[in-house]
């Protein structure tokens, strides 16, 4: 799975979409579970947050998996909203 992030990080939107339908699964229990928000508000924000820091995430020496995994729980558990700025209340 570390090839398909490589491939991610280089702007494949086919290893892209692999690299979803492999973990969509996870990262949707991981969102459902510990999300402050509306799941599916988690879910785009770590999806986002993979395509656009791919190359940093493969940089981690973590199983890909578990990297992923990790943003979603980030992602899930931050009160910010998308545009990186913490929300009243």
Same mark, same amino acid.
């Given at each position: 799975?570390? $090839?398909?992030?490589? !491939?991610? $990080? /280089?702007? &494949?939107?086919? /290893?892209?979409?692999?690299? *979803?339908?492999?973990?969509?699964?996870?990262? *949707?229990?991981?969102? =459902?579970?510990?999300?402050?928000?509306?799941? &599916?508000? $988690?879910?785009?924000?770590?999806?986002?947050?993979?395509?656009?820091? /791919? $190359?940093?995430?493969?940089? =981690?020496?973590?199983?890909?998996?578990?990297?992923?995994?990790?943003?979603? *729980? +980030?992602?899930?558990? !931050? !009160? +910010?909203?998308? &545009?990186?700025? =913490?929300? /009243?209340?």
């Amino acid at each position: 799975m570390r $090839a398909t992030l490589v !491939s991610v $990080a /280089a702007g &494949d939107v086919i /290893a892209f979409g692999a690299l *979803y339908d492999h973990l969509a699964l996870a990262t *949707y229990t991981v969102c =459902r579970v510990w999300s402050r928000q509306p799941f &599916d508000v $988690a879910m785009q924000k770590t999806w986002l947050f993979v395509w656009v820091n /791919a $190359a940093t995430l493969c940089l =981690r020496p973590s199983p890909t998996r578990m990297v992923i995994l990790d943003v979603a *729980y +980030a992602m899930s558990c !931050s !009160s +910010a909203s998308p &545009d990186g700025r =913490r929300r /009243a209340g």
